[in-house]
């Protein structure tokens, strides 16, 4: 087998995830982010290089050292089958940092990987993958589709809408056949690069694609580390039957609609724009039981322009996803639903919603959790363009106790 090594890139200075310790290096379930990031690779890499802010060094080897993962400043080899760990710091920019990793690897790595350290949910079966196709091809890229309609937009205003079919979103890790990325980083020189897939592009090389896993989130900002924190935590205490999903939703608001969120009707001056009622909150819930449970998202089940769906009640819609989910075999454990909006104020509605999407999952309020937040101002959400949803649900196999 060829040797492999990695390169983590972990010297972001991680201002979108808010003030405090850097997101990298925040506790997620039982360790820090980036060593969650790191543990995919271990029984893959025969060295790993991770790349941390400039005097961050000696912070990112004890965190390593608690975890069971002593490191060096040196050049990391194979030793007791295991991988060693080296730190070393980063550079100004995503790209200069990979150089600094790459410096790191001993001559004899043949397969570099390159991840994200903001990305601690990587799959091993997706790391096996990329180091397949990277000896094939010589450089690979896992994707996951674009599910969402995706518009193109300038000064405000739609232009396009863009075929999603020829879409994909990129996840790291990404892998190369080290001559082909040394290489491709020469022939482009200083140019500014999102990933590294992108500098064999530039250099005219082919990337594969290979299947990616839509739980491999990218960490950017405070809610995503909230959500991460809910998944990490889920992780440890599931047992093999329970699996947990994602849903995100974000309507405009405009004149002359029902502000409803949870079944809940608020009071305000205007009202989410959709072909149901709109109700982002609800909305997220379901995506969230329907991906827990393998199923495909709500406008799959639930069609815009379909007039049975026109203004449709979106807790009755909820109904009838917990209807699916039993059909199925699962029953639902629990929910946490994040609400983010500037305007209005939702706190002294909270209860209510808590109340209603309880009843309309068929569980105890107890296994339920709205909470309300802003964006300070920024977004659309603090613009008061828009209110948008985030939620993670659990579901189980049903017994035969369940109802």
Known sequence: MPRVGAVLVAAGASTRAGPGVPKQFRRLDTRPVFVAALEPLLRHCDEIVVVVPAGE???????????????????????????????????????????????????????????????????????ERVIEAALEHGAAVPVVPVSDTVKRVEEGLVVATLDRSVLALAQTPQGFRREVLVSARREIGDADVTDDAQCVELAGQPVAVVEGDPSNLKLTDARDLELAA???????????????????????????????????????????????????????????????????????????????????????????????????????????????????????????????????????????????????????????EAISATAVAVVRRRGEDDV
């Open 230 to 384: 809910l998944l990490g935590a889920s992780r440890l205490g599931l047992d093999a039957d329970a699996r947990v999903g994602i849903g995100s939703d974000c309507h405009r608001l405009v004149e002359g609609r029902r502000l409803v969120l949870c079944g809940v009707e608020v009071p305000f001056g205007r009202g989410l724009d959709g072909w149901s009622d709109a109700d982002a909150a609800t909305h997220a819930v379901m995506d969230a039981l329907l991906g827990a449970a393998g199923e495909r998202d709500v406008g799959h089940h639930f069609p815009p322009g379909d007039e049975r769906y026109e203004r449709a009640d979106s807790t009755s819609l909820l109904r009838e996803v917990v209807d699916l989910l039993r059909r199925e075999g699962f029953c639902v454990g629990s929910v946490d639903l994040t609400v983010t909006a500037e305007a209005p104020r939702l706190s002294p509605f909270i209860d209510d919603m808590r109340r209603t999407l309880a009843e309309a999952l068929g569980v105890g309020s107890d296994r339920v959790s709205v909470k309300a937040t802003t964006t300070e101002g920024t977004g659309p959400e603090g613009a008061g």
């Open 57 to 127: 060094e000696e912070r990112a080897a004890l965190l390593l050292s608690r975890c069971g993962l002593p490191s060096s400043r040196v050049a990391p080899d194979r030793a007791d089958g295991n991988a060693r760990v080296a730190v070393v710091a980063g550079g100004p920019r995503r790209q200069d940092s990979v150089g600094e990793g790459l410096r790191a690897l001993s001559g004899e790595t043949e397969v570099v990987l390159v991840h994200d350290a903001a990305r601690p949910f990587a799959a091993e079966a997706v790391v």
